[in-house]
């Protein structure tokens, strides 16, 4: 089985093709190219590395969120497209815990997170091995997943580019169960995508319309909107 994967939930970018659970090509990124620019040449150098045409896959595996809007946006509508496109069924996994397949063999709490700006982080946790949800996936503070986290008295891995920047603050709770995973594991793969997903039933084709990203939180503009309707029925 030839399977397509697609990552752009956030700043990184990762593409591959994998057929008969080997990786034939992948394109693991970290740079300032924004993936409207980016994702599309990306999916084309796969597809020629591997010497693999578009009408040979048989399934495409996407980054559904949660993450940046934009990102998961992008890589959502290129995977829908080419899905319908081709006519191959579509699975979603989560970019948290496509992340944390990276140290899956941890002996302990593997706790992804992605910057959601102003204090507040996207994250869950996952029991090591099993990848088994221990903290379901949510938008809250820093804070707020530093006391869950600090409830479970376990070690716990942090992983994801974003950690540095509230890893000392986790370290001022945590103090030694607080594990700073290497810079090597904090970039998705799409390869660990793919092997998520393929541990799903396939969904019909005609599912992928019905497909929707999983931003795990309202965007900005809507919660103002809000904000104001009750302002105006007050």
């Known amino acids: ?6 990552d752009t939930a956030n700043a990184p970018l990762s593409v591959t093709i994998v057929k008969d659970g080997k ?11 924004t993936h409207s620019v980016g994702a599309m040449p990306a999916i084309e150098e796969v597809f020629a590395k591997a010497s693999i045409q578009p009408a040979e896959i048989d399934a495409i595996a996407v980054s559904e969120g949660p993450g940046s809007y934009t990102g998961v946006r992008i890589g959502v509508t290129i995977a829908k ?12 996994v989560s970019s948290l815990q496509a992340l944390a397949a990276n140290a899956e063999l941890f002996n302990g709490i593997i706790c992804p997170l992605f910057d959601a700006r102003r204090q507040h982080v996207y994250t869950a946790a996952y029991r090591g091995d099993t ?10 503070s ?13 070690p716990v891995l942090f992983i994801g580019t974003d950690v540095d920047m509230y890893f000392e603050i986790i370290v001022d709770v945590l103090g030694e ?5 290497p810079f090597t594991l904090d ?11 393929a541990k799903q039933p396939l969904p019909a084709v005609e599912s992928v319309h019905s497909f929707v990203p999983q931003y795990r939180r309202i965007a900005e503009a809507e919660a103002n909107w809000i904000k104001e309707q009750k302002k105006v029925q007050e």
Do not use: C, F
């Open 81 to 92: 497209t080419l899905a319908w496109t081709l006519k191959k069924p579509l699975v979603g």
């Open 23 to 33: 990786v034939l090509a992948e394109v693991v990124q970290n740079n300032k190219l």
């Open 1 to 6: 089985m030839i399977w397509l994967g697609i």
């Open 187 to 197: 970039l998705p793969r799409a390869s660990e995508l793919i092997k998520l997903a």
């Open 142 to 154: 820093i804070d707020t997943l530093i006391e869950k986290l600090s409830g479970l008295r376990e």
């Open 177 to 181: 169960k607080a594990i700073r995973a």
């Open 131 to 140: 990848l088994e949800t221990v903290i379901a996936e949510t938008h809250a």
